[in-house]
């Protein structure tokens, strides 16, 4: 259950910074009918979940194989965590208008979501310093149960993010992100404080 819960939480902290995929999410609750834009959140979880998977798995094994590389990682993986939450506590955000606009097409829904999450040179940066330095640090029997939780943060953040937005279209606004990335940036600083704490801890082993 513990490793579970920090997929839980490392998920939430992945996905819930103010990005191209959350606003990808807001714009659709905003100016599209609820059932569309759930359809657009559950869209947007899949491409974010098997994002998730390849940076998990792909990455984090590589870097399994080569201590110099996990030292790299880590210390890279944690600092630009840090860095991450830092920026993240020092944003400013803006108000989202809700002007009307007309319903998009499934196929450009599926592939605007594909290239807002598999186009995005910074989340797959971020997917894999993240999700890829975790992998170092647990056990391999730990890793399904963990991905599970990161899987299901994903599904959840979204899909709440998306009845949130479009039931209280009228009064989300940006002091509510303002206080989602003041959240979101601690959790993350605290997580690139542990991975730092692994790399000193590998590197005097």
């Not at 905003?30 to 998977?53: G, N, Y």
């Not at 319903?103 to 186009?119: D, G, N, Q, R, Y």
């Not at 939780?149 to 209280?168: D, E, M, P, Q, R």
Request: include cysteine; aromatic fraction near 14%.
């Amino acid at each position: 259950m513990n490793f579970f819960l920090q997929g839980l939480t490392m998920g939430i902290a992945y996905d819930a910074p103010i990005g191209l995929a959350n606003l990808f999410v807001i714009n659709s609750a905003l100016t599209q009918s609820r059932k569309k834009s759930l359809l657009t959140a559950i869209i947007i979880i899949f491409f974010d979940v098997t994002l998730a998977f390849a940076c998990f798995f792909g990455i984090g094994a590589i870097m399994k194989k080569f201590e110099w590389l996990q030292l790299i990682i880590l210390l890279v993986g944690s600092l630009i965590v840090i860095y991450m939450g830092i920026n993240l506590l020092r944003s400013q955000t803006t108000d989202i208008s809700a002007e009307a606009t007309t319903e998009m097409t499934l196929f450009k829904t599926i592939s605007s979501a594909f290239v807002v999450i598999w186009f995005n040179p910074q989340a797959i940066i971020d997917g894999s310093m993240m999700l890829g330095a975790f992998q170092v640090t647990l056990p391999s029997y730990s890793h399904p149960i963990f991905i599970a939780g990161v899987g299901i943060a994903s599904a959840l953040w979204f899909i709440l993010l998306s009845i949130i937005v479009s039931k209280f279209k009228d009064k989300f606004n940006a002091k509510v992100l303002r206080i989602i990335n003041l959240v979101c940036g601690i959790i993350i600083i605290l997580y690139g404080g542990k991975l730092f704490w692994n790399f000193i801890t590998l590197l005097i082993a």
